[in-house]
């Protein structure tokens, strides 16, 4: 599978989740994920990874499924239970009784994945991110001890 999408932001983060792993954060606040620690649990624990991006604006993805994980600089693990994963701004982000599964998206975009373990690998030029996601044996499980930013590259 690969495929390109554009999508805007006006939280300056690119967000990718299953919505089912995050759908425990649905009646928080909308903007629970704005709390680092809040937000660093869930990367840990495999249920999302949110990239902190240069600005707001628009930002092309390029997604590809590859079939050994590529290695890079900004790298995360997570999990897939519903057999769908979002790519997208964070304002998608499950919280304020909203989710990307209880209505049409009208930014970023759901892709078919099978049910398992991935390696998120992303590589980024301006406003360009590649990403690489890759099926993995075992849990996903991140170390992770702060946010994550594009500029960790």
Known sequence: MTATIQFSTNTATLAIFDPEALAHRI??????????YEELDEVNLGNLMLIGLRSDGIYTLNIERC??????????????KS??????PG????????????RPLT???????????????LEFRENEINV???EVMGDAINKFERQLFCDDI
């Open 27 to 36: 009646n928080d606040d909308i903007d629970w994920w704005s709390d680092p």
């Open 132 to 134: 690489f996601v890759c």
């Open 83 to 88: 057999g769908k994963l979002f790519f997208g």
């Open 107 to 121: 930014v970023g975009e759901l892709f078919d994945f099978p049910v398992g373990t991935y390696s998120v690998n």
């Open 67 to 80: 079939e050994q994980s590529q290695p890079s600089k900004l790298q995360a693990l997570i999990t897939c």
């Open 91 to 102: 304002e998608e982000i499950p919280g304020g009784d909203f989710a990307p599964f209880k």
